[in-house]
């Protein structure tokens, strides 16, 4: 165990009121891509015209739903995904009454799976889904299972997953959660994101606890403000903290 593991076991120790901020790195080690990354999503050669950032927003949504839900299925759903030992550590820390709530980026819902009660999820779920005519609710396996553009069996609409996309706004509900959630904290530990996503990235000037915690693989804007960074894989670093 290095002295900065070390460091992070003693301040979640010493702490009554964690949160977690997390992105793409936190699902890496289940499997999950990233999107920044050398080998993310964004930089992978998908053989079209069309960048995946283009590809995941609400105009290409709209305009090219057919491509869209291609796309959609092929990379952004992966249902055999099982949560890491972060995912897992957060759920167990959650219980010992040390972790207040989970803020995430990610979309997989692999933190619930884990165990997590409080998720304020920025992003949305794969999980969820709804007709954009009647609400209809709809699980994952209706957009798996569906060929083309998904339509309501109620009323024959077209059913969008409950996902934020490019030039669609963040949820209110979701980010009035997320900023008490960061302001009652006494630590935030940051994970597995690059703080470049805005506007969740400036979530995390609403902190005014004592330990602000960075793990992540590159360099992140807030490092020079942090208590302590680590640059090691989230999962294994958690594992050592819980001493699996």
């Not at 009454?97 to 933190?111: E, F, P, R, Y």
């Not at 209110?172 to 959630?181: K, L, Q, R």
């Amino acid at each position: 165990m290095t002295e900065e593991i070390r460091e992070l076991k003693k301040i979640i120790e010493e702490s009554k009121s964690i949160v977690f901020f997390g992105g793409a790195g936190v699902s890496t080690e289940s499997g999950i891509p990233d999107f920044r990354s050398a080998n993310g999503l964004y930089n992978q050669d998908l053989g079209r015209t069309v960048s995946p950032e283009e590809m995941i927003s609400h105009t290409f949504y709209v305009k090219h739903p057919d491509q869209f839900f291609e796309f959609y299925r092929d990379k952004l759903i992966y249902e055999d995904a099982e949560p890491n030992y972060c995912h897992k550590a957060l759920a167990e820390l959650e219980k010992q009454g040390k972790v207040s709530a989970v803020v995430t980026q990610n979309i997989d819902g692999l933190h619930q799976k884990a165990g997590s009660r409080t998720v304020w999820e920025l992003h949305g779920s794969v999980l969820r889904n709804y007709c954009e005519n009647c609400h209809a609710f709809y699980d994952v396996d209706k957009v798996i299972k569906s060929e083309g553009v998904p339509v309501c069996d109620k009323c024959g609409g077209r059913v969008k997953p409950d996902v934020v996309l490019y030039e669609e706004g963040l949820d209110g509900e979701v980010i009035n959660g997320a900023v008490e959630a960061i302001s009652n904290a006494d630590t935030l530990i940051v994970g597995g994101t690059t703080l470049i996503v805005y506007p969740a990235a400036g979530l995390i000037n609403y902190f005014r606890g004592k330990k602000l915690v960075l793990i992540n693989m590159s360099s992140t804007s807030a490092d020079s403000g942090a208590d302590l960074v680590i640059r090691e894989p989230i999962g294994e670093v958690f594992r050592q903290v819980m001493g699996w």
